[in-house]
């Protein structure tokens, strides 16, 4: 039994305005690109690229309340922070490289794996960091 003093009350709002701002700039990002490729064969690559980045924005931004949430205890925040940094340092990659170019497609479809694979992996390791 918990408790008064051990009970968590406060539950910090800002990772899931993150989430929402990761959202709505993947869906902008890909409504803008679906509505203007046609207009150009450059304009279809911008657009193509920034699609493409939109979606390491959506993982980046959907992962930090379930990193957050999950770790809420005060005894596993050097997890929490490692596993949001691993994330989002991957996120950043994925990011930066779907902005260029001469990426390829293997290479990009490799990234966004690895980081489909990183996203979920403070579920996995939890039980390593659990308190009890």
Not at 48 to 56: E, P, T
Not at 100 to 106: H, P
Not at 114 to 127: D, K, T
């Amino acid at each position: 039994m918990l408790s008064p003093s051990e009970i968590l009350t406060y539950v910090p709002k800002w990772p899931l305005v993150l989430n929402l701002i990761g959202a709505f700039a993947c869906l902008s990002l890909s409504s803008y690109y679906h509505t203007c490729r046609c207009v150009s064969e450059s304009t279809f690559d911008n657009l193509l690229c920034l699609d493409k980045s939109g979606i390491s924005l959506l993982i980046a931004g959907s992962t930090a309340p379930f990193n957050t949430y999950l770790y809420a205890c005060a005894g596993v925040q050097t997890a929490r922070h490692s596993m949001q940094l691993l994330v989002w340092v991957m996120c950043a990659l994925t990011f930066a490289f779907s902005l260029k170019k001469d990426m390829s497609n293997t290479a990009l479809a490799v990234l966004f794996v690895i980081m489909g694979l990183a996203a979920p992996a403070p579920f996995y390791l939890s039980p390593f960091f659990d308190d009890s």
